[in-house]
């Protein structure tokens, strides 16, 4: 179970991820923090790494596109952190650092801070500004237990992991709602004129 919270905003998650890789994901929406409107599920995602496909299936519509899944980002997340040298930076407008060790419900986590700068006249801005990215990475699990990102274009959103089972997921998470209708998307679609 994750939460995502902006100052305002907030929603929290299901996500699974069973021993052969496959990933579900809920989407909800985002309603106001200690309001009284209550979340609603508008998005169930199904990845399958080895089968390299993904199903986005809409609550509302009852519809799961199935796209062709690339688990580049995914496999790339989950490595484990490696220490940077001193002052390392990834690019000109790029700086990052390591944070240290932290323990996040019993579980030690590794952390490490982006912070990215904005040139004037890059995105129709007249002043430089800076967007910070902090994740505190469990080596062990291979996920993120807490990532904050803020910024002017942003806000401040913190992603938390509340609540985390070792066990082995229901395979019903992995299955396609019953009486959704399935749209390919892997395939081109035809020219219309």
Same mark, same amino acid.
């Given at each position: ?104 419900? +019993? ?7 982006? &912070? =990215? #700068? ?8 007249? *002043?430089? $500004? ?20 803020? +910024? ?7 992603? &938390? =992991? #509340? ?8 395979? *019903?998470? $992995? ?19």
């Amino acid at each position: 179970m994750g939460e995502v919270c902006g100052r305002w905003l907030a929603n929290e998650r299901h996500i699974a991820r069973d021993g052969r890789g496959r990933i579900y994901e809920e989407r909800w929406f985002l309603v106001p923090k200690n309001g009284k409107a209550k979340s609603e599920m508008n998005w169930i995602q199904i990845a399958d790494p080895k089968l390299r496909t993904q199903y986005n299936c809409s609550t509302q519509r009852h519809i799961c596109e199935l796209r062709t899944y690339d688990p580049t980002d995914d496999i790339t997340a989950a490595a484990p952190l490696k220490p940077l040298p001193a002052g390392a930076r990834s690019a000109d407008n790029v700086s990052v650092e390591d944070l240290g060790a932290r323990n996040i419900a +019993g579980i030690d986590t590794i952390g490490r801070r982006e &912070t =990215i #700068t904005v040139e004037a006249g890059t995105v129709g801005n007249d *002043q430089p $500004f800076t967007t910070l990215k902090e994740y505190w990475h469990s080596q062990e699990l291979g996920l993120n237990l807490l990532s904050v990102r803020s +910024g002017p274009m942003v806000g401040k959103q913190t992603f &938390t =992991i #509340t609540e985390l089972t070792a066990a082995e997921p229901d395979p *019903q998470l $992995f299955e396609l709602p019953v009486g959704y209708k399935v749209t390919d998307l892997r395939k081109n679609p035809p020219i219309s004129w």
